[in-house]
């Protein structure tokens, strides 16, 4: 446990770093002062809290600069500023989709404003989403010919690297499931971590902790994410426990990854995982379809499982999925799995049973930096048992 509170010191100590760096910003917090100041004997004046509204949202205050816009737009609400400006703060905020919602329109509107044009497609071409994508390209090819004097080198550069963004990112977490049938509680603490590279290569690690069935196991996963081109990824996985009473010795994982068009993908791995006294070889194959803010997934496993104590057998499960983004990084789904099982639990003769595991699942950043996942399981392991439980990790990207 002194790993896990070394942590929680970690983490508000990066609070404390991010907020003593906001307030250093004394240029615009005096400018925020002033305005305020100004307000006060001129409530109804549009200039002052247009002013302010920017001046918030580049200290990062952004819910109180979106509260300003708000109130500029319920008395102007076709003002093309006010609503550039609101979608700028919702866009530097992580609303990217709530912002995109205000810059079609106001395009539409007034088709000669640039900055409405530059801001849409950066919008667009920085999603993950291949059709956003593909919609930032054509508005880039469009504004070229309605505004041909303009440069548009930087947004160039998006379209070019629009998955090439460097940034780390490190999540502390931990897992609670309750069981019945006379089993003991079952819970977990990790650490785990990220780095995508400028070249869309990552890497990832993470350490966890397990307690299950009245044993303790510690184990680290180490993978690596490598685009061979545009349509093709590879990636490679390990994990080892040191203990290995209840999580494997070791596993390995390689995937291949193919992107099609219209927002379809396909996806052919193979893990193979070694317990102490038991052997288990994972074909998987996916088909995914991204539509509009959606994400539909099917994933099919194929599992031979073998051991010393146990007779050599095959076992299927099918899973089906779907997620929605309400912004470009934040999302929840749902997941539902059946089909035959292993669950090790230490022992020579491991039981082999059918399962049903649904789980709700998401992740929420409430700021660019920080962010909270979460998920919810019910699973049913035929006979032996039936668990539900929690996992809810903090993750901080920089």
Do not use: C
């Not at 070229?144 to 998955?163: D, T």
């Amino acid at each position: 446990m002194s790993l896990f509170k070394l942590n929680i010191i970690s983490i508000i100590l990066f609070i404390f770093v991010n907020n003593a760096a906001i307030a250093a910003e004394k240029n615009h917090a005096e400018t925020e002062a002033l305005l305020q100041e100004k307000i006060k004997t001129q409530h109804d004046n549009p200039a002052l809290h247009f002013q302010l509204a920017r001046v918030l949202a580049w200290q990062k205050k952004y819910n109180k600069a979106l509260r300003e816009y708000d109130w500029l737009l319920k008395k102007f609400p076709s003002n093309s500023d006010y609503l550039f400006g609101k979608a700028q703060t919702l866009y530097w905020s992580g609303q990217s989709q709530a912002a995109l919602k205000i810059l079609e329109p106001t395009r539409k509107a007034s088709p000669d404003y640039i900055d409405v044009w530059r801001l849409q497609i950066t919008i667009l071409q920085k999603s993950n989403n291949k059709s956003s994508q593909t919609k930032g390209n054509t508005l880039l090819a469009e504004a070229k010919k309605r505004f041909p004097g303009s440069q548009w080198q930087g947004v160039e550069s998006i379209k070019n690297k629009a998955a090439d963004r460097s940034y780390t990112e490190i999540e502390l977490g931990l897992n609670f499931d309750i069981l019945d049938n006379n089993y003991d509680n079952w819970s977990s603490t990790y650490l785990m971590t990220e780095h995508q590279y400028n070249n869309s290569h990552k890497i990832y690690a993470s350490a966890t902790q397990t307690e299950r069935f009245k044993l303790d196991d510690n184990e680290v996963m180490l993978g690596y994410f490598m685009p061979i081109n545009t349509d093709w990824n590879v990636v490679v996985e390990a994990s080892k426990s040191p203990t290995n009473r209840v999580r494997p010795k070791w596993s390995a994982f390689v995937q291949l990854q193919r992107g099609f068009e219209k927002g379809w993908n396909g996806y052919l791995g193979l893990r193979k995982t070694r317990y102490s006294q038991t052997t288990t070889e994972a074909l998987s194959f996916i088909v995914e379809r991204y539509w509009q803010n959606f994400r539909f997934i099917y994933t099919g496993y194929v599992t031979q499982v073998s051991g010393a104590a146990i007779s050599t057998e095959t076992l299927n499960a099918h899973t089906l999925a779907t997620d929605y983004y309400y912004d470009d990084r934040s999302q929840f789904g749902l997941a539902i799995t059946t089909g035959k099982e292993l669950e090790y639990d230490g022992s020579s003769n491991p039981p082999i049973s059918s399962i049903t595991t649904i789980i709700f699942k998401g992740r929420h950043w409430f700021t660019p930096k920080w962010a909270i996942n979460y998920d919810f399981t019910f699973h049913e392991q035929g006979n032996f048992y039936s668990r539900h439980g929690y996992r809810l990790g903090l993750r901080y990207r920089y």
